[in-house]
């Protein structure tokens, strides 16, 4: 097979000693900072985003893959031992693995989290390794006019699917893409939105947008809400599980690995709608359905592995096509930018080294996860009581130093105090972040393909349309009309699968106040949305 | 739980008002860049059909729709829902001067920064920010916070080779 003596040329760049450190080194520091309350996977990665910049590629790239599942991990954990739920992702392995660790399982939970990581993730970057060759072959063929319809596609799938409120996700996506606007327009060498400002002329950094919205919003907008009580962490040892442990959890992982790959690889955002599919069909198979909702493990090995299989399928599109599907992937995207690498379906044929080096990290980050992480659990579990005040400071301490290593210049900690406090006005007013970071990355590299799609056709509109790209606004339509679209369809059986589960959700932390009530119905009903629209998209891209 | 009941409400009155603002500024945002895109010089290089105002004025229209589509929306009752967090608690009001606070502390830094350099400015930011969130122990927060600059100096000039200002302490570090 060509894709395997690629991926063991691949593991022959990763696996150079000094490739070897900074994953590990990656791993380490992605849980580390994954782990501490209020930092979701998104923020690890953008945080770190400066580091990199010293690095050379490869190396980043390596780094970056230990990071990306370290980051995961550490949000895991958080939600097992925790009892408040963090970043969405995370909610439902909250839901069984507080109570697991409430009723003295933290060590099972963890176990069952770490190795179910670990088998999805493998598995799901060996599909990745199988299927990138051929989607980047069948990528490079895509026409400009193709690739301008399918970054629509993207915008509009992270807009009108995820989120409670579509006006609101088009809100974000029409910020995102003022704010890519920005700078000199490459084709017209027109100042854009610059207002005379020289150090505008470049467009603002993305690593500035990026720990702007992510970190310094997030530090700001708790700060503003902080929990002045304590709170309630829960002990742990080291992370062990028993023969029927084993036996309840292998069968779980190898569901989560299969419905959280193609998930991870359309862009509809991340795992939060497959890790919740994974938590019902795992509710309906159980053989201890009495224990759902008591902490069974099977609610936590088939959500985190769906998290992770999901996280190597958003490779898909990212290495192929140059398309995130996840705030953090989008993140990763903008280091894979930072050194001038144009990421997009040539990035296979022009730097098979990188790529293949990347694949490679990722298999070897997801070892250094389970080697690392078990034994490591207690020590994780104190990060946890780390003082507020120290973590939040920590935090701006750390965007600051980032935004200003990136490029030296004063102006870019006053562009990242104002894209913070835009941060902090999303979070307050429900503006969902990922439309925004996406539109702000792929903004400009749509609007370079209309235009050259534009331009081959010498301006007529006609250029835009050719079957494949037909196919995909039509998504589009279907997508942004949905609302309509739905009142004339008959209620399908998923919906109603969904509204049971949501509602005994509902019922099981109502004792708890885990989530509100609310917002786990709302949810469903998006996901039950959701659910459906994917009938009518191709899988392939 | 009260943190279920404040957070599903999500809407008091006064978050409904200012929600008009949200649209208000997407409006505003939107006109901007519509105004600065009409206002583009013909381009003597420009390559193509497409100039550089015509993305924009697209932008800037999505922008205004939107707005007036959400002003709409909360005329209507409708709510954004502010995020949760593991640490972050909805129940009471905004905390406006521990916000306040850290502004300061971080301006200070970008103030401060070049002619002081980063071991301090990092440390007044670090130092500052835990003062605000909350921390009374004078001392320790100030170890800490050199412990933290001085060694992320040192960090990104010995590891990554980028090098922060040393500002009064140069020659020294």
């Given at each position: 097979?060509d894709a395997?003596s690629s991926l063991i040329d691949g593991f022959g760049t990763a696996l150079t000693?000094t490739n070897?450190?900074?994953?590990?080194?990656?791993?380490?520091?992605?849980?580390?900072?994954?782990?501490?309350?209020?930092?979701?996977?998104?923020?690890?990665?953008?945080?770190?985003?400066?580091?990199?910049?010293?690095l050379d590629v490869t190396t980043a790239l390596i780094?970056f893959a230990?990071?990306?599942?370290?980051?995961?991990?550490?949000?895991?954990?958080?939600?097992?031992?925790?009892?408040?739920?963090?970043?969405?992702?995370?909610?439902?392995?909250?839901?069984?693995?507080?109570?697991?660790?409430?009723?003295?399982?933290?060590?099972?939970?963890?176990?069952?989290?770490?190795?179910?990581?670990?088998?999805?993730?493998?598995?799901?970057?060996?599909?990745?390794a199988?299927?990138a060759p051929?989607?980047a072959?069948?990528?490079?063929?895509?026409?400009?006019?193709?690739?301008?319809?399918?970054?629509?596609?993207?915008?509009?799938?992270?807009?009108?699917?995820?989120?409670?409120?579509?006006?609101?996700?088009?809100?974000?996506?029409?910020?995102?893409?003022?704010?890519?606007?920005?700078?000199?327009?490459?084709?017209?060498?027109?100042?854009?939105?610059?207002?005379?400002?020289?150090?505008?002329?470049?467009?603002?950094?993305?690593?500035?947008?990026?720990?702007?919205?992510?970190?310094?919003?997030?530090?700001?907008?708790?700060?503003?809400?902080?929990?002045?009580?304590?709170?309630?962490?829960?002990?742990?040892?080291?992370?062990?599980?028993?023969?029927?442990?084993?036996?309840?959890?292998?069968?779980?992982?190898?569901?989560?690995?299969?419905?959280?790959?193609?998930?991870?690889?359309?862009?509809?955002?991340?795992?939060?709608?497959?890790?919740?599919?994974?938590?019902?069909?795992?509710?309906?198979?159980?053989?201890?359905?009495?224990?759902?909702?008591?902490?069974?493990?099977?609610?936590?090995?088939?959500?985190?592995?769906?998290?992770?299989?999901?996280?190597?399928?958003?490779?898909?599109?990212?290495l192929?096509?140059?398309?995130?599907?996840?705030?953090?992937?989008?993140?990763?995207?903008?280091?894979i930018?930072?050194f001038?690498i144009?990421p997009?379906?040539r990035l296979l044929s022009s730097h098979p080294d990188l790529v293949w080096g990347l694949i490679a990290s990722l298999?070897i980050?997801?070892?250094?996860?389970?080697?690392?992480?078990?034994?490591?659990?207690?020590?994780?579990?104190?990060?946890?009581?780390?003082?507020?005040?120290?973590?939040?400071?920590?935090?701006?301490?750390?965007?600051?130093?980032?935004?200003?290593?990136?490029?030296?210049?004063?102006?870019?900690?006053?562009?990242?105090?104002?894209?913070?406090?835009?941060?902090?006005?999303?979070?307050?007013?429900?503006?969902?972040?990922?439309?925004?970071?996406?539109?702000?990355?792929?903004?400009?590299?749509?609007?370079?393909?209309?235009?050259?799609?534009?331009?081959?056709?010498?301006?007529?509109?006609?250029?835009?349309?050719?079957?494949?790209?037909?196919?995909?606004?039509?998504?589009?339509?279907?997508?942004?009309?949905?609302?309509?679209?739905?009142?004339?369809?008959?209620?399908?059986?998923?919906?109603?699968?969904?509204?049971?589960?949501?509602?005994?959700?509902?019922?099981?932390?109502?004792?708890?106040?885990?989530?509100?009530?609310?917002?786990?119905?709302?949810?469903?009903?998006?996901?039950?949305?959701?659910?459906?629209?994917?009938?009518?998209?191709?899988?392939?891209? | 739980?009260?943190?279920?009941?404040?957070?599903?409400?999500?809407?008091?009155?006064?978050?409904?008002?200012?929600?008009?603002?949200?649209?208000?500024?997407?409006?505003?945002?939107?006109?901007?860049?519509?105004?600065?895109?009409?206002?583009?010089?013909?381009?003597?290089?420009?390559?193509?059909?497409?100039?550089?105002?015509?993305?924009?004025?697209?932008?800037?229209?999505?922008?205004?729709?939107?707005?007036?589509?959400?002003?709409?929306?909360?005329?209507?009752?409708?709510?954004?829902?502010?995020?949760?967090?593991?640490?972050?608690?909805?129940?009471?009001?905004?905390?406006?001067?521990?916000?306040?606070?850290?502004?300061?502390?971080?301006?200070?830094?970008?103030?401060?920064?070049?002619?002081?350099?980063?071991?301090?400015?990092?440390?007044?930011?670090?130092?500052?920010?835990?003062?605000?969130?909350?921390?009374?122990?004078?001392?320790?927060?100030?170890?800490?916070?050199?412990?933290?600059?001085?060694?992320?100096?040192?960090?990104?000039?010995?590891?990554?080779?980028?090098?922060?200002?040393?500002?009064?302490?140069?020659?020294?570090?």
């Amino acid at each position: 097979m060509d894709a395997l003596s690629s991926l063991i040329d691949g593991f022959g760049t990763a696996l150079t000693p000094t490739n070897l450190l900074f994953a590990f080194l990656g791993v380490l520091l992605g849980t580390a900072i994954g782990v501490l309350p209020g930092i979701g996977p998104a923020m690890t990665v953008a945080l770190l985003l400066p580091l990199t910049r010293g690095l050379d590629v490869t190396t980043a790239l390596i780094m970056f893959a230990g990071i990306y599942y370290g980051g995961m991990y550490g949000g895991s954990t958080t939600s097992i031992l925790l009892n408040t739920p963090g970043e969405s992702a995370s909610v439902i392995t909250a839901l069984e693995g507080s109570k697991m660790a409430r009723a003295g399982r933290a060590s099972q939970a963890l176990a069952t989290a770490a190795i179910g990581s670990f088998v999805a993730g493998t598995l799901a970057t060996l599909g990745l390794a199988l299927l990138a060759p051929t989607v980047a072959e069948l990528a490079i063929k895509v026409s400009p006019a193709d690739m301008f319809a399918i970054m629509v596609l993207a915008f509009i799938a992270v807009t009108a699917v995820l989120g409670s409120s579509r006006v609101r996700g088009l809100a974000s996506l029409g910020l995102g893409l003022a704010i890519g606007l920005i700078g000199i327009d490459k084709t017209s060498g027109q100042q854009r939105l610059t207002f005379g400002i020289p150090e505008l002329a470049d467009g603002i950094d993305i690593i500035v947008v990026a720990v702007g919205l992510f970190a310094v919003g997030e530090a700001l907008w708790t700060a503003a809400h902080l929990r002045r009580r304590p709170v309630d962490v829960i002990p742990v040892g080291n992370p062990r599980m028993s023969r029927s442990d084993w036996g309840r959890s292998w069968k779980p992982w190898l569901r989560g690995t299969v419905i959280g790959f193609p998930f991870g690889a359309i862009p509809a955002g991340g795992a939060e709608i497959p890790t919740f599919l994974s938590y019902v069909t795992e509710k309906r198979l159980t053989k201890h359905p009495e224990e759902f909702g008591k902490g069974a493990i099977e609610g936590v090995a088939g959500p985190e592995a769906t998290n992770n299989a999901s996280a190597a399928g958003g490779m898909v599109p990212l290495l192929t096509l140059g398309i995130p599907t996840s705030a953090t992937a989008a993140v990763m995207l903008a280091a894979i930018q930072g050194f001038g690498i144009q990421p997009g379906p040539r990035l296979l044929s022009s730097h098979p080294d990188l790529v293949w080096g990347l694949i490679a990290s990722l298999f070897i980050g997801n070892t250094a996860l389970l080697v690392l992480n078990l034994p490591l659990a207690p020590i994780w579990a104190k990060l946890l009581r780390i003082p507020r005040s120290y973590l939040y400071a920590g935090i701006l301490f750390f965007a600051s130093l980032g935004a200003y290593a990136a490029n030296a210049n004063v102006f870019d900690l006053f562009l990242l105090l104002i894209i913070g406090a835009l941060g902090f006005m999303m979070r307050r007013y429900g503006l969902p972040l990922l439309p925004c970071i996406i539109a702000v990355i792929l903004g400009p590299r749509a609007e370079e393909e209309l235009r050259q799609a534009l331009q081959i056709s010498n301006g007529h509109v006609s250029g835009l349309l050719d079957p494949m790209s037909i196919v995909v606004f039509v998504i589009v339509a279907l997508l942004l009309a949905w609302p309509i679209v739905r009142r004339l369809l008959p209620r399908r059986a998923t919906e109603s699968v969904l509204a049971e589960a949501a509602h005994e959700i509902e019922e099981a932390h109502e004792h708890t106040g885990l989530t509100t009530a609310v917002s786990v119905e709302r949810h469903t009903e998006r996901r039950a949305e959701v659910r459906v629209d994917r009938s009518d998209e191709p899988g392939a891209w | 739980m009260s943190t279920a009941a404040s957070s599903s409400g999500g809407g008091t009155r006064e978050q409904g008002r200012s929600e008009f603002g949200v649209a208000l500024f997407l409006g505003a945002v939107g006109l901007l860049v519509l105004v600065s895109a009409l206002l583009l010089p013909e381009s003597r290089i420009s390559r193509g059909p497409v100039g550089p105002a015509a993305v924009p004025i697209v932008v800037a229209i999505l922008l205004i729709v939107t707005a007036v589509f959400l002003a709409i929306d909360v005329a209507r009752g409708g709510r954004g829902e502010p995020e949760g967090g593991e640490d972050i608690e909805l129940g009471g009001g905004t905390d406006w001067r521990t916000v306040l606070m850290l502004a300061v502390a971080f301006i200070a830094n970008a103030l401060l920064i070049e002619p002081l350099g980063w071991v301090f400015s990092g440390a007044i930011l670090f130092w500052g920010a835990a003062f605000a969130l909350g921390s009374r122990h004078w001392v320790r927060d100030a170890v800490i916070a050199f412990v933290l600059s001085i060694g992320t100096w040192y960090v990104f000039a010995l590891g990554l080779g980028i090098v922060m200002p040393p500002g009064i302490l140069e020659g020294i570090l």
